[in-house]
Nanobody, 122 residues
Framework: VQLQASGGGLVQAGGSLRLACAAT????????MAWYRQAPGDRGVRVAV???????DYQDSVKGRFVISRDSAKKSVYLQMNSLRPEDTDVYYC?????????????????WGQGTQVTVSS
């Protein structure tokens, strides 16, 4: 089970970016899907989460600006980032709680994608 993230880049303040992350492998079910951010030397912070029932939660600083969504058929999660600010600059990671049924056994994965850099210039 793997996650592949894409979509980071350099944008001016006020601009937008869309991050995408797709899960691959033998997947039976995906529960929570989320985006985290982490600066060097800091602990990761959850930016947004979308649960299997579609409910979402956001870090206070991004409420009203970022939108998380998922496409179950594509096993993907997205983060639409609008009205970007310089303080949004960070490395962003996708995360998914994945269940896989294989060899008559359930396997639980807490999977992480590779980080994607988001840089917002002032």
């Amino acid at each position: 089970v793997q996650l592949q993230a894409s979509g980071g880049g350099l944008v001016q303040a006020g601009g937008s970016l869309r991050l995408a992350c797709a899960a691959t492998g033998k997947i039976s079910r995906i529960d929570d899907m989320a985006w985290y951010r982490q600066a060097p030397g800091d602990r990761g912070v959850r930016v947004a989460v979308v649960r299997s029932d579609g409910t979402t939660d956001y870090q206070d600083s991004v409420k009203g600006r970022f939108v998380i969504s998922r496409d179950s058929a594509k096993k993907s999660v997205y983060l639409q980032m609008n009205s970007l600010r310089p303080e949004d600059t960070d490395v962003y990671y996708c995360n998914a709680k994945i269940m896989s049924y294989d060899d008559d056994t359930w396997h639980a994965y807490n999977s992480w994608g590779q980080g994607t850099q988001v840089t917002v210039s002032s």
